[in-house]
């Protein structure tokens, strides 16, 4: 398809374990966010890249995250040391423009469960 | 501190009638807001935007009217019908800015 592809669905982990999120962006979007979305409440802005740069990680909760896009396109979230409160659904979502305001295309989620 | 805020967690309508869904912000320097619909177990999808130089942003059964001195946006689905039962999201950005999400109402429209 041609939407924005995140993998996997659902990832269960032990608290402590590393995990590793992707997203696949539409393909020659230009801009790319994760955002976090905990029950019950809206999507919160983790972080934001125009191609590979890495323009805005203000919303990155803690040194245990970490997000990359080496190559502009595919974007992987990663989170170590997992803990509970880390239990969320993940979004990923793309723009063509560069600039952060434009209405975004988000993925289906990943649905993280830290036990 | 919570800059978009939707005080209804939930809305039920029914088909045929007006659904009116409320956005309260707090940041004055957004200028430009969202809506976005979202089924479960799906991301959102972009529903309708509007600029803070309009009042009124109008597409079919869509309309959004902001009201800048009441920092107040709502969201008009007439006539309502059952596939509209999502959850609805208002977002705002300030200059260019990352989005900023509500929590979402549930809108239920009975049949």
């Known amino acids: 398809g041609a939407g924005v592809s995140q993998s996997p669905r659902y990832k269960v982990a032990k608290r402590g374990q590393d995990v590793a999120l992707r997203c696949d962006p539409i393909s020659g979007h230009v801009s790319l966010f994760w955002y976090q979305q905990a029950l019950g409440q809206g999507p919160e802005f983790l972080t934001y890249f125009q191609n590979e740069a890495q323009l805005d990680k203000s919303g990155l909760p803690s040194d245990r995250f970490f997000a990359e896009r080496p190559e502009g396109s595919v974007s992987t979230l990663k989170i170590q040391r997992t803990q509970q409160e880390d239990s969320a659904v993940y979004l990923c979502?793309?723009?063509?423009?560069?600039?952060?305001?434009?209405?975004?295309?988000f993925g289906n989620g990943t649905r993280l469960t830290v036990t | 501190d919570q800059q978009v805020k939707q005080n209804s967690p939930s809305l039920s309508v029914q088909e045929g009638r007006i659904s009116i869904l409320n956005c309260d912000y707090t940041?004055?320097?957004?200028?430009?807001f969202l809506w976005y619909k979202k089924y479960p177990a799906e991301g959102p999808t972009f529903l309708i935007s509007i600029s803070s130089i309009k009042d009124k942003n109008e597409d079919g059964r869509f309309t959004v009217f902001l009201n800048k001195s009441a920092k107040h946006l709502s969201l008009h689905i007439v006539p309502s019908q059952p596939g509209d039962s999502a959850v609805y999201f208002c977002?705002?950005?300030?200059?260019?800015?990352?989005?900023?999400f509500g929590a979402g109402t549930i809108l239920r429209v009975k049949s």
């Open positions: 979502a793309s723009s063509l423009p560069p600039r952060t305001d434009s209405p975004l295309h």
């Open positions: 940041n004055s320097m957004f200028d430009y």
């Open positions: 977002a705002a950005s300030a200059n260019g800015n990352k989005l900023v």
